[in-house]
């Protein structure tokens, strides 16, 4: 038997912290407690073991456990498009999650990584070394305090801001335009509305986004019908970035592509099935001349980054007050390519 054959696959649990007081806009879930997260493992003949974090380590291990192992064993870790497409197949019949979908891929691609003595993104394709990283932050209580926090982003480095807002209009609308005005004209700033609105009010938002030269508008409502994101897209100036947590992979978003209702799409391991997935998403952009802009924090994230030529900023996540975030962003706003072979260790 080849030494790249699969000989086991499991998942490590692990006790996750309880999450900072973050939440991402008023009516959804505050931070989760404890909980039991998980690393996806999968070993080689060889020894060789490629890693997956995951924050759902119960819902993966059953998964695992049922119907992936068997799938896996006795296959060759370097058939990643097979595997790809069979997990694909799999998806049919349990209808994984969309943060497990690409979990297997992860993992591939670190066993490919190790096996070559190269990070993933060289192995991908390493299209830069550094990116700028932009502020996300999490929802604040007053505008006040979302000034006071820009102000820290820009201390600390960041050369844009995207804000996660309240999902109230009027209010959104009144923080976007205080931001802008305090950081001046030239300053990037993106607008996230984690699906709060319906489309009337999605308008009305966009309206003013568009006359406040924001950079783009994010996920204003659920990704289930392409339709209304059409409407929106004729009726607002503001370039959307659409399809972070619609399923399908590069299938659904070549839907709202042909469509016309994106000037920015999303891409990321976790939600669009692991790095051989969101490479699939950044090609089919590319074509029609659209970037593809990475979803989230994390290191797969970061080789994403290095890799896709049409994505312009890292997504680092900024809570608290006094801010705290990425450790990977330097003082100069900037994320620098990883050198370890995979993904590193451990992989995060």
Not at 77 to 94: G, K, S, V
Request: proline fraction near 5%; glycine fraction near 10%.
């Amino acid at each position: 038997m080849s030494g790249t054959t699969i000989r086991d696959v499991w998942v490590e649990l692990v006790r996750l912290p309880a999450q900072p007081d973050l939440h991402w806009r008023d009516g959804l879930p505050g931070p989760e407690p404890e909980r039991t997260g998980g690393v996806l493992k999968i070993r080689t003949e060889d020894g060789v073991v490629g890693s997956a974090p995951t924050p759902r380590g119960v819902i993966a291990a059953d998964l695992v456990e049922r119907r992936v192992r068997d799938e896996l064993v006795g296959q060759d870790a370097l058939r990643r498009e097979w595997l790809w497409h069979r997990m694909w197949e799999l998806d049919r019949i349990e209808e994984f999650p969309l943060y497990f979908l690409g979990l297997v891929d992860v993992a591939l691609w670190d066993i490919a990584g190790r096996l070559a003595g190269l990070p993933v993104h060289e192995l991908v394709g390493n299209f830069r070394d550094a990116i700028p990283a932009y502020a996300s932050t999490v929802t604040y209580g007053s505008i006040e305090e979302y000034l006071d926090v820009a102000d820290q982003c820009v201390e600390r480095g960041f050369g844009a801001i995207k804000l996660h807002a309240w999902g109230d209009v009027d209010r959104d609308a009144e923080l976007a335009r205080r931001l802008r005005e305090h950081v001046g004209d030239g300053f990037p700033l993106m607008y996230d509305g984690s699906a709060g609105f319906d489309l009337a009010d999605a308008v009305r938002l966009g309206r003013a986004l568009s006359d406040l030269g924001y950079l783009w508008y994010e996920e204003p409502m659920r990704e289930f019908n392409i339709t209304s994101h059409r409407w929106l897209a004729e009726r607002v100036p503001v370039p959307l970035l659409v399809g972070e947590t619609s399923d399908g992979s590069h299938m659904n978003i070549a839907d709202f592509i042909s469509s016309g209702t994106a000037t920015y799409v999303r891409t990321s391991a976790i939600f669009k099935g692991g790095v051989t997935g969101a490479m699939r998403i950044a090609h089919l952009a590319e074509s029609f001349g659209l970037r593809a802009e990475v979803h989230g924090m994390g290191v797969v994230n970061q080789h994403l980054c290095m890799s896709i030529p049409n994505t312009t900023y890292y997504e680092a996540l900024v809570w608290g007050n006094p801010i705290v975030t990425d450790p990977s962003v330097g003082a100069d706003g900037m994320v620098r390519a990883a050198t370890e072979p995979g993904f590193g260790d451990p992989v995060a």
